[in-house]
């Protein structure tokens, strides 16, 4: 397998050095339509079976940081939908309280405005 030209198509020279598993071995278990458990190890092409166990314990932390990342923005989407919503039903209670105001039929004068504001804001 190892014996190949390095430019040869196969999917073994095409798979990347750090990561190179025994690709045949998958494939035979996916055309054959077996279903049991099949234990795939790392091929080591100058990368030891410990290393890779450290990346992907590297890899699993990053995952574990981007779900809490994911988690907090969450909850920050929510306080700002209760925020803008908070600010919409504000802004529609001051322009009752204007209209009720202007329906009057007098000037709508800036002690108004005023009270208007202080009422609902």
Excluded at 24 to 41: A, D, L, N, P, R
Excluded at 65 to 90: H, N, P, R, Y
Excluded at 102 to 108: E, F, L, Q, R, Y
Aim: aromatic fraction near 8%.
């Amino acid at each position: 397998m190892f014996n190949e030209k390095p430019n040869d198509n196969t999917a073994s020279s095409l798979a990347p050095r750090e990561t190179l598993f025994d690709l045949e071995q998958i494939h035979s278990v996916k055309e054959s339509g077996v279903k049991k458990q099949t234990v795939i190890t790392p091929t080591t092409y100058g990368q030891s079976y410990s290393e890779l166990e450290g990346r992907v314990n590297d890899l699993e932390s990053q995952i574990s940081d981007l779900e809490w990342a994911v988690s907090t923005l969450q909850g920050q989407l929510e306080d700002a939908k209760e925020f803008a919503e908070d600010t919409k039903t504000k802004l529609e209670d001051f322009v009752d309280c204007i209209n009720r105001w202007a329906s009057v039929g007098d000037p709508i004068m800036e002690d108004d405005w005023r009270h208007c504001k202080n009422r609902t804001f």
